[in-house]
């Protein structure tokens, strides 16, 4: 078993055979997940009965952009209609510019101070476009960003990657500056930014890869959020067969995650898009409906230590 760690939680990757075989129990007081990366499809069955489920390492959020503006909110909730155009009006009545333009360097020296105060404010924040700024400078001419302006300040952006041979763009990295988070700017972006890409010709647009243990790094009320505006969660390697891989975790506690924390395995005996929801809790009332998203197909509940080790073992142990 080798052990490593991932944006602050503890893994211990290990084969099938390890997996099923039990030998990291040794180190069990070590460790927040257990996982078998790419576990064969043979071995799902057993996996599963030991604990250990199959998912997809990332998530990918894809919608259609659809004919028009009109035909993409028509997917949505009255209530997520209504809070799109509430939006709206809080952007313009705090006299804030939305527009479409090109990604450069001065660009990014406005945006990546907001993304990086956006992250420096999460337990697990992974600044990944600040590591990335290298890159999205050499393939600038295949983004474009939406952003939206205070007066010569930049409230919001979202940096978008045109994927032709996907027939996509790819909402990659967002932020908002904190006066405009609880306005919702982020949906006034997100809607903004469909609309180019409609008209550029795109048919797809995606809000982003997260890693799929929603708790951790991605939390679980974006998860919430994402699904609200219209969006599904798919394998990302679904979407682009050069992203994402899967692998069989076993949740240990919630020690260095929040509660609940979920992720999303696959529901049916081999890979595909069918997803089911896997909520881990440490107990009490608990309330799913938040993350019971109509493209799910069933959910379970489990029960685990809300600490790094349970109880009865730290007492056993002494």
């Not at 052990?3 to 030998?23: M, P």
Request: aromatic share 8%.
């Amino acid at each position: 078993m080798e052990i490593t760690e991932f944006r602050g939680i503890r893994i211990g990757l290990v084969d099938a055979a390890e997996a099923l075989e039990g030998g990291w129990r040794a180190h069990r007081e070590r460790l927040d997940v257990v996982r078998v990366p790419d576990p064969p499809v043979a071995e799902w069955a057993r996996l599963r009965r030991a604990g250990f489920l199959p998912k997809p390492f990332l998530i990918t959020w894809t919608a259609a952009t659809g004919g028009s503006e009109e035909e993409f909110l028509a997917r949505l909730s009255t209530k997520e209609r209504q809070n799109v155009r509430t939006a709206r009006r809080r952007a313009a009545s705090d006299g804030l510019t939305v527009r479409a333009e090109p990604v450069d360097e001065r660009l990014l020296a406005a945006f990546l101070p907001l993304y990086a105060g956006r992250v420096a404010g999460m337990r697990h924040g992974w600044a990944v476009a600040a590591e990335q700024r290298d890159a999205l400078m050499r393939d600038a001419g295949e983004h474009f960003a939406v952003c939206a302006y205070d007066g010569g300040e930049l409230a919001g952006c979202c940096l978008a990657w045109q994927r032709p041979h996907l027939s996509a763009v790819h909402l990659r990295f967002s932020a908002v500056g904190p006066r405009h988070r609880e306005s919702s700017l982020a949906r006034v972006l997100y809607m903004a930014a469909a609309q180019v890409a409609r008209e550029r010709g795109y048919p797809t647009l995606t809000l982003g890869m997260d890693p799929n243990i929603y708790g951790h790094v991605a939390k679980p009320g974006l998860f919430g959020f994402k699904w609200r505006l219209g969006f599904t969660g798919v394998p990302s390697q679904s979407v682009d067969p050069e992203t994402g891989a899967d692998q069989a975790d076993l949740l240990l506690h919630l020690g260095r995650l929040s509660d609940p924390s979920f992720f999303l395995a696959y529901a049916g005996p081999h890979p595909g898009r069918e997803l089911r929801l896997e909520v881990f809790s440490g107990g009490g009332d608990l309330d799913t409906r938040p993350f019971e998203a109509p493209f799910l197909r069933g959910r379970a509940v489990h029960l685990v230590p809300r600490g790094a080790v349970p109880r009865r073992e730290a007492a056993a142990a002494r």
